[in-house]
């Protein structure tokens, strides 16, 4: 298997998955949300799945994604600055 590791020091979206926004829901505003917002911490590593999104928080902001070929998740880890990840 190959392993790929990318430092990024931009915005990044994983995978391909997610639909776009669905405005027939009619008004209801006691829907759940459909997302979850996760502040990074440098050091700590992350799952990341298709249609999760990678935000930098800071401009010095180094992720480091390791992606394993064959594979639908990915590891995420901050090494520098502040980031977080909108999961679907």
Known sequence: MKKIV????????????????????????NLLPTSK??????????LA??????LKTSAS?????MHIDGQTRSSVELVSGSAK????
């Open 61 to 65: 902001a180094q992720v480091k994604i």
């Open 85 to 88: 990840i909108i999961l679907q």
């Open 6 to 29: 990318f430092i990024v020091p931009i915005v990044f979206l994983l995978g391909c998955g997610g639909g776009g926004s669905d405005s027939s829901n009619g008004g209801d505003t």
């Open 49 to 54: 799945l298709p249609g999760d999104k990678l």
């Open 37 to 46: 917002t996760v502040i990074m911490v440098p050091g700590q590593v992350y």
